[in-house]
């Protein structure tokens, strides 16, 4: 199974920002088509997606930590978390990929240099044999995301 280690992928967002930000890693509910999937069996459900555990009503990724909202598996998170709050959905035309338009960073800094710069970065990045050979042997991890394609942004498309 290939592993995401071997790449770096700078973030868009600050850590500081992620770290104060009450959006990601909790869920509306147990079959959120927000959580991540990932290859770790062990901590997902039949499609590959990881399980949540229920606190005071919410649904918390089972890595959250609620006490300094960090990420217990952060060096070795799922794909999903570490392109978020950009990610790729499959199309028969191709892998789009999109910008969530929920997180409130990128509410504010969409329109900025800095933004168009960092989907210059990514398109690159999905450019790479490495990338795409990654993706090639994990394709189950690139899902679906027409059912809520309102609430993001289209920013181009690629072929594996
Ligand atoms: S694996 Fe880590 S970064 Fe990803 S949703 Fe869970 S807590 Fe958040």
């Not at 592993?3 to 992928?9: A, D, I, T, V």
């Not at 892998?95 to 504010?108: E, G, N, R, S, T």
């Not at 990654?134 to 899902?143: E, T």
Request: neutral net charge.
């Amino acid at each position: 199974m290939a592993e995401l280690s071997p790449f770096f992928l700078k973030q868009f967002v600050p850590s500081q920002v992620c770290l104060k930000c009450e959006g990601c890693c909790r869920f509306q509910a147990a079959d959120s088509i927000w959580r991540p999937k990932w290859d770790k069996k062990e901590f997902t459900d039949d499609n590959d997606y990881v399980t949540t555990i229920v606190d005071c009503g919410r649904h918390l990724c089972r890595f959250f930590n609620k006490s300094d909202s960090t990420c217990r598996v952060y060096a070795d998170r799922p794909f999903e978390c570490v392109l978020y709050p950009f990610l790729l959905s499959r199309h028969v035309e191709g892998i789009k990929a999109y910008v969530h338009l929920a997180c409130p960073y990128v509410q504010d800094h969409h329109s900025s240099a800095a933004f168009n710069e960092y989907v210059e970065y990514l398109r690159a990045f999905f450019t790479q044999p490495r990338t795409l050979d990654f993706l090639r042997g994990n394709s189950r991890l690139i899902h679906d995301y027409a059912p809520v394609e309102n609430e993001l942004r289209y920013l181009f498309t690629f072929v594996l």
